[in-house]
């Protein structure tokens, strides 16, 4: 409680840097926490996106029913799949005139069915990456009746470059701004340290350990980097109202992302003042 | 309680402040240390204090030694050894009681206890009626008194004075002495740096060490017991 008062007191000696150092935290964070907002609504995305991802192989007319079942018993042993599902040419057909009304008429006038069957290949949550999506889509091509094999992989694969992009982006200004707050929070303590010098030293002299002299300092960092965060919390808040009411809904990151971010400006602040006191006190106590 | 065995302080700009100094100041003893300005005088204290360590020797305080003593028991060192300063160091934003209760709460003194403590020390230096006046509204001598009491606080078993009387008149001087008498009468040692040769004159009782260019040049202990 003490160590509490004297903090506040320290934060009342030089509001400007305090602010600045508050403010410096905050924008660190702030971008730190649009890249999670960011992040966490492309991997809601690229959850919704790669429970969809499938592989779809296209048969030969003359493939065979029963060479056609045992490569599906065979696909269906793949540690990736998840279901194959056998699409006749008629069911082929009639999915097509489903979702193609306005060519109805032609797909009920053909003398011949021209839509291929084909073997429809679900993967298993884990699965659903480019990665195994295409090492899936090698294996199956290798069955000589396998005409053709699609996966509509390339959106997926923008969204886990933008994905990278955007984190790399973040982790770059959220780092440089960081340590702007690291230099600012050692400057207000160098100043804080500086207008109670006297005390400092009287605390020495009588005998107060180094622990008791720095709690205040600490405390001070500390509250200086929670108080980043929140300004960090509300600004990133503010970002995901706006995007939600004016472009379109997206969704608020975990509570625990939340609590991490707000502890990581108390993390910041507490080392920067950390660093700072020890400097500042050996340079008046050197002993 | 205070021996200083070979003890050599050298800077590495300005040269040696001490060259070779032994002695050893009794439990309960009063000694003045004296010398012009630079002898050596503030380093001796502060060698004692462990605010600097020697270059060569060793500085015994007590349990605690110069070559041996862990950082973090610096801290028990001095609230074992009172300091007073000729500045008297005080904070002038707190009124005397408080400036006395600093130094009690910062060295973790139970809340309710600081207040009796705090009135019995000022009670104790003859300042108990102005328990409640800021530094400002003080004389010199009882400033010194307030930062006497502040130095009692840890209840030590030396203090140690750096020209305590520097900046006080005649009469407060002769006060701020007696009251180390008293002090030291109670049980405490005193280490008192001076270098006013009249206050020493007037006191032969107390023992004197002389310091000279950073060397001691005389112990009348020593100069008595060669007698």
């Known amino acids: 409680m003490s160590a509490l008062g004297e903090a506040a007191t320290g934060l009342r000696r030089s509001p400007l840097l305090g602010s600045l150092a508050v403010a410096a935290i905050g924008f660190s964070l702030f971008i730190i926490g649009l890249f999670a907002l960011t992040s966490y609504n492309i991997h809601m995305a690229l959850t919704s996106a790669e429970s969809r991802v499938e592989v779809v192989a296209y048969l030969d007319d003359d493939a065979g029913v029963e060479r056609i079942q045992l490569a599906r018993g065979e696909i269906g042993g793949f540690p990736e799949v998840d279901s194959v599902r056998f699409v006749s040419k008629t069911e082929a057909l009639v999915n097509a005139s489903n979702q193609l009304t306005e060519f109805s008429d032609v797909f009920s006038d053909l003398d011949i069915n021209p839509l291929p069957a084909s073997l429809e290949i679900r993967l298993l949550p884990g699965y659903r990456t480019p990665e195994h999506v295409t090492a899936v889509a090698d294996r199956v091509a290798l069955y000589p009746f396998v005409e053709d094999i699609q996966f509509g992989l390339d959106w997926v694969n923008q969204l886990h470059r933008l994905r990278r992009v955007a984190g790399g982006t973040a982790m770059v200004l959220g780092g440089a701004f960081a340590l702007v707050a690291v230099l600012l929070i050692g400057t207000a303590v160098r100043m804080w340290v500086l207008a109670r010098a006297r005390e400092i030293d009287i605390m020495y002299t009588v005998g107060a350990s180094e622990a008791y002299i720095r709690r205040p300092y600490l405390v001070e960092g500390l509250v200086t980097g929670l108080l980043g965060g929140l300004l960090a919390l509300a600004l990133t808040l503010g970002i995901y109202f706006l995007v939600s009411r004016v472009l379109f809904q997206i969704a608020w990151i975990p509570d625990l992302w939340v609590i991490s971010g707000v502890g990581a400006g108390g993390l910041i602040g507490c080392l920067a003042a950390a660093r700072a006191i020890r400097r500042e006190l050996r340079a008046i106590h050197a002993v | ?227």
Do not use: C, W
């Open chain 2, 1 to 227: 309680m205070i021996q200083f065995r070979n003890v050599s302080k050298i800077y590495p700009q300005a040269g040696a402040a001490l060259d070779d100094v032994s002695f050893h100041l009794r439990k309960g003893e009063f000694a003045f240390l004296t010398g012009a300005s630079g002898a050596g005088k503030t380093t001796v204290l502060q060698l004692v204090h462990m605010q600097k360590r020697p270059t060569r020797g060793v500085v015994r305080v007590s349990r605690f030694s110069s070559d041996r003593i862990r950082r973090r028991e610096i801290p028990q060192l001095r609230r074992r050894v009172g300091v007073v300063f000729q500045d008297f160091r005080l904070l002038d934003r707190l009124t005397a009681a408080e400036n006395v209760g600093f130094a009690l709460k910062v060295t973790g003194t139970q809340r309710r206890k600081i207040a009796p403590q705090v009135q019995k020390l000022l009670g104790q230096v003859g300042l108990a009626a102005r328990a409640g006046a800021k530094p400002t509204e003080l004389s010199g001598g009882e400033q010194q008194r307030v930062a006497i009491a502040r130095a009692l606080a840890t209840q030590p078993v030396v203090l140690l004075a750096d020209e305590p009387t520097g900046n006080l008149d005649e009469r407060a001087k002769n006060g701020v002495v007696d009251l180390f008498r008293a002090i030291n009468a109670a049980g405490t040692a005193v280490l008192m740096a001076t270098h006013d040769a009249e206050l020493i004159r007037r006191h032969p009782e107390i023992r004197v060490l002389e310091l000279e260019h950073g060397a001691l040049v005389y112990d009348s202990e020593m100069r008595e017991g060669a007698a």
